[in-house]
């Protein structure tokens, strides 16, 4: 009788927690979009008008992953104090709008400069003093549309790992956070088919315009379509118990007090659970954030593909390729632990982020198969990133598991800060290596490379490293699952 009623229960239960998580994932794809214009534009349509080297490019880059980490701190308590509803659209109509006004960023330096055309720019002798001048006033113009974008896209995440812990159980958590992480990897996928052909026809400026645009589409969405689930009118009576599961056995003075008491930050830095996760970013965000700013102008050095070129789109199309489709299926793995072993949702976590943290070794192998062909480094850096997305939906998820809702956008904010400012060291760190590397030419090896290519494998090789050595940080600092309690 009671397996009956369970059947009937289940038929009946409406699933819009998915619709919930396909709205994360658009906003997901958006944000990641936005970030991917500059890295598709940069290289082959924006340097020749700024006359920007890779040291100017990873300025851009590192300031933007270092103001990031700066505004996460607070994004993730603004989104705690706020509310996932409001924050979430406070935070995309600013970045949206950011990303609109990097178009302008031509013709504002135009004017500073006193110059007749846009296309002037380009004109000058590259070398010169006017040149360094252009270069120099257009990229303080990029770093204050990226502080801009930094600010709106730092409460991305906290928002969406915050409407994740309250839509899903535990034990679905990982699978729906792989869901609308993986717009990362869709927004990555879908920019080289889209970006350098908008660039092409109407220049980079409107290229920026058009993505961003965007994202003020998605906030009607949002507007109409989002409320918590038990305010919700789509969801019903069944599906809000199977969302509430974990809350079985729990007082409703106790469900309250998880719900609406946040923990002070300085409370949340005295936690173990806490340093696990700041290590687990801080290790490893910084290896993302290179391959997604640096692969389409490693394609352009090493292999002469420029972004717009069939060959140039193909290789980084068949990158972000195996990234949407093998990082969707890490977020599933941890499940298959917790179901089928008996694990409890840390431990099947923690299982499953070793097996991801293995295949970035993979890395160490790009720059030598470069030499025989362009496909093997796009394979490859397709399989560290799509292991890095696993990573990353498992590493979210542990928050929701050990931390009250209430304050999970605060500890993501307090994570993406260590993430960001990792990314800075690296971005900011490449460019820099590459543009000495160039300079030194033979003079520079590593590895058997020389020059440019033995600042890649550099690079490649800090890589490979890094998710291995965050596990071993992070289950040494929280060898088995405990909650943290308010």
């Known amino acids: 009788m009671e397996n009956v009623s369970s059947i009937a229960l289940a038929a009946r239960k409406t699933n819009w927690r998915w619709v919930i998580c396909s709205l994360l994932f658009f906003a997901t794809t958006i944000n ?39 505004v996460s701190l607070f994004a993730g308590k603004f989104i705690d104090w706020m509310g996932s509803r409001k924050g979430y659209i406070w935070a995309i109509f600013i970045w949206s709008l950011a990303a609109c ?53 730092a409460g991305n995440f906290p928002a969406a790992i915050k409407v994740t812990a309250q839509y899903f159980p535990k034990k679905d958590r990982a699978f729906a956070t792989s869901i609308f992480n993986a717009g990362a990897s869709v927004g990555a ?30 906030m009607g969405f949002w507007i109409n379509l989002y409320s918590a689930p038990e305010k919700s009118r789509f969801v019903n009576e069944a599906e809000l118990a199977y969302i509430q599961q974990d809350e079985a056995g729990e007082s409703e003075k106790q469900i309250e007090k998880e719900e609406t008491k946040t923990i002070s930050f300085w409370k949340c830095i005295s936690f173990r659970q806490t340093w696990a996760f700041i290590a687990g970013k801080a290790l490893t965000d910084g290896v993302w954030w290179f391959l997604l700013f640096w692969a389409p102008a490693y394609f352009s050095d090493q292999f002469g593909f420029a ?13 972000y390729f195996i990234v949407t489709v093998l990082s969707i299926m890490g977020g599933y ?99 820099i290596l590459f543009d000495y590397a160039a300079n030194q030419g033979e003079a520079f090896s590593f590895m058997g490379f020389h020059g440019k290519p033995a600042g890649y494998m550099i690079v490649f090789s800090v890589c490979a490293v890094s998710y291995l050595l965050a596990w071993v940080v992070m ?12």
Request: glycine letters at 10%; a neutral charge.
């Open 307 to 319: 972004s717009y070129t069939p060959m140039g789109q193909a290789l980084i199309f068949t990158l």
């Open 475 to 486: 289950k040494t600092l929280v060898p088995r699952y405990k909650k943290i309690e308010v």
């Open 333 to 431: 793995l941890p499940k298959i632990f917790v179901e089928n072993r008996g694990m409890n949702p840390y431990a099947g976590r923690m299982r499953a982020m070793l097996i991801f943290a293995f295949v970035p070794i993979l890395a160490l192998f790009a720059q030598p198969l470069g030499v025989y062909s362009s496909w093997w480094p796009a394979v490859i850096i397709g399989l560290a990133g799509a292991a890095h997305q696993a990573w990353s939906a498992n590493l979210y998820s542990t928050i929701g598991d050990m931390f009250p809702t209430s304050t999970v956008g605060t500890i993501v904010g307090i994570g993406t800060m260590a993430g960001g400012v990792s990314s800075y060291i690296i971005n900011q760190g490449s460019g």
């Open 32 to 70: 990641y979009l936005d970030r991917q214009v500059l890295s598709l534009t940069w290289k082959d349509f924006i340097a020749p008008e700024f006359h920007w080297t890779d040291t100017n490019y990873g300025a851009i880059t590192g300031f933007f992953s270092l103001f990031y980490a700066g």
């Open 189 to 218: 996928l879908a920019a080289p088919l889209c970006i350098p052909v908008l660039a092409r026809m109407w220049g980079w400026e409107m290229a920026f315009v058009i993505i961003g645009a965007l994202g003020f589409i998605w």
């Open 101 to 153: 006004l990097h178009g302008g960023c031509g013709w504002l330096t135009m004017k500073i400069e006193g110059l007749d055309s846009v296309e002037a720019l380009s004109m000058v002798k590259s070398g010169s003093a006017l040149a360094l001048s252009i270069a120099t006033v257009s990229v303080c113009l990029f770093l204050g549309c990226r502080a801009l974008l930094a600010i709106g896209e």
